[in-house]
């Protein structure tokens, strides 16, 4: 469903241009909670950005462990570095992988990340600090987003890109998005 069919649904009428992205995120940042949408979904992000968090934030990505809770593999055993269990946690914080890309990272998280959180664990308490660090919380699910692209890629036999580039190309696409539609 549509963000601006589901507040018809609920008998808000809002008039904006087609193109104003920024207006549209402000706006839906400020009356999802008011409609009962989750905060997670309102972040200034790219559309196959939102589609991720969506995934991770519902535990849904394709990660090993996953798929053998949906009886789609046996094995759940992450490839990349043969750790017992590949989970969405593992692989975008304490993989060796990961690890590199955050180390290589100046993003400063205002909490320590526990191997047993959720993916949305981690954006609820970077929704929580986003006052302190404006645009945290969209850098850092860049950041995710580019890691989890980057073991697909591994995963299906490519060489990947070292964790500089993957940093790099993450947080531009942010950068470029926010730019193009003014958002600060």
């Known amino acids: 469903m549509q963000f601006w069919e589901t507040l018809n649904e609920v008998g808000i009428c809002i008039s904006l241009r087609r193109n104003d992205r920024a207006k549209q995120g402000r706006l839906f940042k400020r009356l999802a909670p008011q409609i009962g949408l989750e905060m997670h979904l309102a972040v200034e992000t790219p559309p196959q950005l939102r589609h991720f968090i969506w ?54 998280l205002p909490f320590a990340i526990s191997p047993s959180w959720m993916f949305l664990d981690v954006v609820q308490n970077l929704q929580k600090g986003e006052g302190s660090q404006p645009g945290l919380t969209e850098r850092v699910i860049s950041v995710c987003w580019g890691i989890w692209k980057d073991c697909n890629e591994r995963r299906i036999g490519g060489n990947g890109k070292p964790s500089r580039e993957i940093l790099k190309t993450s947080l531009h696409h942010v950068d470029e998005y926010h730019a193009a539609n003014e958002v600060r």
């Not at 934030?57 to 053998?68: G, H, M, P, Q, V």
């Not at 269990?85 to 060796?96: R, V």
């Open 55 to 108: 995934k991770a934030c519902r535990n849904i990505l394709a990660t090993k462990d996953n798929l053998k809770r949906r009886k789609i593999s046996v094995d759940d055993e992450y490839v990349l570095c043969g750790q017992p269990e590949e989970t969405t946690c593992h692989l975008l914080w304490f993989c060796k992988h990961a690890r590199g890309v955050w180390e290589s990272s100046k993003l400063a």
